[in-house]
């Protein structure tokens, strides 16, 4: 087995086990056993998952309009956890929670637009510019 390979079973496996540590964590959280200790838990390992997605795909993507798209793309994951969790977690004031639920959607519409431009930009050399991109 190659050395690549090996680290890529790795990565996945370490991967594979954090998302069911956090479905272990939300089947916890929902008794009376420290349910909000088990929410944060829960958010901080997407939240790393999305930051290791994020610093992967810099390493990986060779073209450097995708990359930046891509980069993006995990950077608006990233923020619309944290939002999410500060929204359901951390503030319980009305007009926090009504201002925490708008700034919920902008990440929302933000990554399909995000993925339609990574689609149109794939294959393309790195100094060809598409007419939506400025």
Do not use: C, E
């Given at each position: 087995m190659t050395e690549q390979k090996k680290n890529t079973i790795i990565t996945s496996g370490i991967a594979v086990l954090a998302v069911i540590l956090s479905y272990c964590f939300r089947i916890v959280g929902r008794g009376s056993f420290y349910p909000m200790l088990f929410s944060y838990l829960r958010s901080f390992i997407y939240i790393g998952l999305f930051a290791a997605w994020g610093l992967s795909v810099r390493q990986r993507i060779v073209q450097k309009q995708v990359c930046r798209f891509m980069t993006v793309t995990a950077v608006l994951l990233i923020i619309w956890m944290?939002?999410?969790?500060?929204?359901?977690?951390?503030?319980?004031?009305?007009?926090?929670?009504?201002?925490?639920?708008?700034?919920?959607?902008?990440?929302?519409?933000?990554?399909?637009?995000?993925?339609?431009?990574?689609?149109?930009?794939?294959?393309?050399?790195?100094?060809?510019?598409?007419?939506?991109?400025?």
């Open positions: 944290v939002v999410r969790s500060a929204k359901y977690f951390i503030f319980w004031q009305q007009d926090a929670v009504r201002y925490l639920w708008y700034l919920f959607y902008l990440p929302m519409l933000f990554v399909p637009m995000l993925a339609l431009l990574i689609a149109m930009s794939l294959g393309k050399p790195n100094k060809a510019r598409s007419r939506w991109v400025a």
